[in-house]
């Protein structure tokens, strides 16, 4: 028989190995689901980072609580988490049962059920447990749909609800896990030669900021602001003075230029002071320009 649960709610477990399925129906605009797990201590928080099992870090250390593939059913998706709590060590005391939405809020998502069943069982044997997960604001981005806590020798199954608008990351920091956000943009930023100068970056903002405002300039001094140096304007580049005064008229001197252009033989120009070629005679004038 399947204990149709409310929120706040709770049943004895009648087994040690539990399997719960997060089932949702998907769609145009449905964000996706995930299935995570938190397995916490005496003190209700995760002794370190291994006790969260999630879509990154799908198994934990001790193999006894673990995230399966998603499967598509005729219902819809789901996702699954199987914990052996039997096997658990002392230690460990409540296993927290999460979905966290990727794309949006849990608004979207409809028909979000957790489903808890015997994982020794066969599998044509109906759930223990269903609770309907719903939206208590429709802000969420994650929800505690149920926890696993010991009771005497026993365990048994909590009906919770409770969303997160933060997210899976406020979500797990709330159990004392350490989430890096975004490692990609960290490495980005503390690469170079030289870590960035917060005080520049500071610096940055509130040059930006007085600009945005108005402040700082000079029809509005401030003399708190930071002082933005323009930098003048750079004068264009003056041409070398030649090392002679030009000659007017022609010839000219020769003066030294780029090597010779390969292809057509070039020109040759005679230069002033040209060195002149050694018993040159003019050329016998032919009959055309004879006088008569």
């Known amino acids: 028989m399947t204990h149709a649960m409310l929120k706040g709610s709770n049943v004895p477990l009648d087994t040690a190995a539990v399997r ?30 291994e006790d969260f099992v ?7 250390p001790s193999g006894l609580v673990r995230r399966l593939p998603k499967k598509r059913v005729a219902e819809g998706l789901t996702d699954t988490v199987e914990a052996d709590l039997g096997a658990l060590d002392p230690s ?27 994982a020794t069982a066969a599998p044509e044997r109906g759930p223990l447990a269903s609770f309907a997960v719903t939206a208590e604001t429709g802000e969420e981005t994650a929800v505690i749909c149920g926890e696993l806590y010991r009771r005497g020798d026993g365990w048994k199954f909590r009906a919770v609800g409770q969303g997160y608008p933060t997210g899976l990351v406020g979500l797990a920091t709330d159990f004392g896990i350490s989430v890096d956000e975004d490692p990609e943009g960290a490495a980005e930023g503390t690469s170079g030669d030289s870590p960035a100068d917060p005080s520049l970056l500071e610096t940055a903002l509130i040059d930006a900021s007085a600009a945005e405002a108005g402040t700082g300039s000079a029809a509005h001094p401030d003399l708190d602001a930071t002082v933005v140096h323009t930098p003048a304007p750079t004068a264009p580049p003056v041409p070398p003075m030649p090392d002679r005064e030009p000659s007017y008229g022609y010839p000219q001197e020769r003066v030294p230029g ?35």
């Open 20 to 49: 719960a399925v997060l089932r949702w129906t998907p769609g145009p605009g449905v964000p996706d689901v995930d299935a995570s797990a938190l397995v916490l201590g005496p003190d209700g928080r995760c002794r370190s980072d």
């Open 54 to 60: 999630f879509y990154n870090q799908p198994r934990h």
């Open 92 to 118: 460990m005391d409540r296993v927290v049962l999460a979905a966290s939405s990727d794309g949006g809020t849990f608004r979207a998502v409809t028909d979000l059920t957790i489903f808890l069943y015997d």
């Open 258 to 292: 780029p090597g010779p252009a390969y292809g057509y033989p070039q020109p040759v120009h005679a230069g002033h002071g040209a060195e002149q070629v050694p018993d040159f005679r003019m050329p016998p004038m032919g009959p055309q320009f004879q006088r008569r």
